[in-house]
């Protein structure tokens, strides 16, 4: 079984401040990890995504996430968030020896305060 | 960049009848999903679909839901009976490859039970 956790269901931060949108996961096998952010009355757009390898992956609109496979975490992070970033943030993951089909966090409304 | 395409955008039905909600992939995607999201929280998984058959299915796709890719071009969700319970945003998704690769999401449809 595969699962996601996103412990806040809200994050407010100042324009220009870093914010930091958490994640953690749970799977049986190593876990392919990605990030969706939605904009009201639109589907989910993908951001990023942890397959293999470095850490640290980049990804779009000066968004990055850092995989941690101790603490089982995808936390998602810009270092200076702009009002435009507002929106509602979803973590997925899904068992690269498993179904193809990705699990959902409950998401996370980010919202940035001029 | 290519889109998801979803019609209708919102949809209001009286409970008992039919539903049909359209999708247009892009074009030189072989897998499609459809997923429901109510009250804009969690995105549930409902059917992926490969080669012109179901390749997974959850629990809330029940016998009163069904897929189809009746011209090679749309890809379909029928819900045959309708019930309170189904009012939620409707969201096809699509990839071009399995595994890893990442969502293209449509914009969806609201579905609204009267």
């Known amino acids: 079984a595969q699962s996601v956790a996103q412990p806040e269901d809200q994050v407010n931060v100042a324009e220009g401040n870093p914010l930091t949108v958490k994640c953690t996961y749970s799977v049986s096998g190593n876990p392919y990890l990605f990030w969706y952010v939605q904009y009201p009355n639109r589907g989910l757009q993908f951001l990023l995504k942890y397959i293999t390898g470095d850490n640290l992956v980049k990804g779009s609109y000066g968004f990055e996430a850092e995989f941690n496979k101790s603490q089982t975490s995808f936390h998602l992070k810009k270092p200076s968030a702009l009002v435009s970033d507002s929106a509602l943030y979803f973590c997925a993951v899904l068992s690269s020896g498993g179904s193809y089909i990705p699990t959902f966090g409950r998401g996370t409304s980010l919202i940035v305060h001029p | ?114």
């Open chain 2, 1 to 114: 960049e290519p889109e998801v395409t979803q019609t209708p955008s919102h949809q209001v039905t009286q409970m008992g009848q039919e539903v049909i909600l359209r999708c247009v992939p892009i074009s030189n995607h072989l897998y499609f999903y459809w997923y429901r999201q109510i009250l804009g929280q969690k995105v549930e998984f409902l059917v992926s679909f490969y080669n012109n058959e179901i390749s997974e299915k959850s629990e809330i796709f029940d016998d009163q839901f069904s897929v189809e890719r009746p011209d090679g071009s749309n890809f379909t969700l029928k819900i045959r009976s309708t019930k309170l319970e189904d009012s939620a945003m409707y969201f096809c998704a699509t990839t071009d490859g399995g595994g890893a690769q990442p969502q293209h999401f449509g914009d969806g449809t609201r579905l609204s039970i009267l």
